[in-house]
């Protein structure tokens, strides 16, 4: 089966079960599944996967369904031009921390703390 309909599975299953970013998250998964960036993954959209391959993005797919956070399931999360690596002992770094490492910064430069 190709990558394209393997998504389209996916994504159809993370809607059913109320992810909120459905083709998002079935990319990421696909890509991490796949040892590949979003970028690359789109240009072999028509790939043939192998079974291994399917399974093991299959299982991946199953455990977003049950809610677990992509960032725990791929193991890393990007916050502030950073690429942290992230499991169930940690919190994931949410964008609204970015904004508050932003205000921070702004409050440190202009009491020259920078």
Known sequence: MIIR???GRAVTSLEEAGVE??????????????GLSRSQLYAQLDRDLDA?????????V??????????YIVGHKE????????????L?????????????????RQRGLS
């Open 79 to 90: 916050f502030y031009g950073l690429e942290l690596r992230v499991d169930p002992r940690v």
């Open 21 to 34: 970013t459905p083709q998002l998250d079935a990319e990421l998964l696909m890509a991490h599944s796949l």
């Open 5 to 7: 309909a393997l998504l």
């Open 52 to 60: 291994e391959t399917r399974k093991t993005f299959q299982a991946v």
């Open 62 to 71: 199953s455990r977003r369904v049950k809610r677990e956070p992509v960032a």
């Open 92 to 108: 994931i770094p949410r964008p609204e921390t970015e904004t508050l490492v932003e205000v921070a910064l702004t409050i440190a």
